[in-house]
């Protein structure tokens, strides 16, 4: 099992250019999350999905997008980036069910805005 | 809304124990995580509390009480590679959603 992973790893953008981060799982989970993390600010929630052909948003939603066409990939994508959205990116997914509550994380994909 | 609160940095010496603390106020959460983040790195799960009372899991501990909004780690017999980001979280809400502090970062010396 490769567990979660994403790609690319690293992107530098030009203020304006589209981009679009792949988070594939395979570990048949129903749930998957994108989160973005900065200097003093913790991890947080951009969007998530319960379920394939679902989405919803998280706590800092805008200037982004997702689509979860398939149960395991969860797409998201900048449609004009700005140096706001400079960011390590890492996606998680979990299981269905009240047992279980961990969430596995990606490798993160470094993005830089310019 | 949820607010979490975390020290920023703490350093402690090798062998020895540390207590890495976390408030919050909320309006309701199922349970709450703790996770290790080395730089550059993922998040890896610690430890999760439901319950009020310690968890223990090798030379980690997680304590919760609800009542007092409090939750604390400790970490025993300190290794430098224990040196890292730690992350509490609560999880509550539909799409079993976490909401990050901003971590503390332990830094361990000799």
């Known amino acids: 099992n490769a567990g979660v992973t994403q790609t690319p790893k690293f992107r530098v953008l030009k203020t304006g250019q589209s981009m679009t981060l792949l988070c594939a799982q395979d570990?048949?989970?129903?749930?998957m999350y994108w989160y973005r993390q900065d200097p003093g600010m913790g991890l947080r929630l951009i969007h998530y999905?319960?379920?394939?052909?679902?989405?919803a948003k998280g706590e800092v939603p805008d200037g982004y997008n997702v689509s979860r066409l398939k149960k395991q990939n969860f797409l998201l994508g900048l449609e004009s980036a700005a140096p706001s959205q400079t960011s390590v990116y890492f996606c998680?997914?979990?299981?269905?069910?009240?047992?279980?509550?961990?969430?596995?994380f990606g490798p993160g994909t470094r993005l830089t805005v310019t | 809304g949820q607010n979490i609160d975390q020290p920023t940095e703490m350093t402690a010496t090798e062998g020895a124990i540390v207590q890495i603390n976390c408030t919050y106020q909320t309006s309701g959460f199922n349970g709450l995580f703790w996770y290790q983040q080395h730089a550059g790195e993922a998040p890896t799960f610690l430890s999760y509390?439901?319950?009020?009372g310690l968890e223990e899991k090798g030379r980690f501990s997680s304590f919760l009480s609800r009542s007092k909004g409090y939750s604390y780690l400790l970490l025993k017999e300190l290794q430098m590679k224990d040196s890292a980001s730690y992350l509490c979280a609560l999880f509550a809400g539909g799409g079993n959603k976490l909401t990050f502090g901003t971590g503390t970062q332990l830094k361990v010396e000799l």
């Open positions: 998680a997914s979990k299981k269905e069910g009240q047992s279980s509550y961990e969430q596995y």
């Open positions: 999905s319960v379920g394939e052909g679902t989405t």
């Open positions: 570990m048949n989970h129903e749930y």
């Open positions: 509390n439901v319950l009020d």
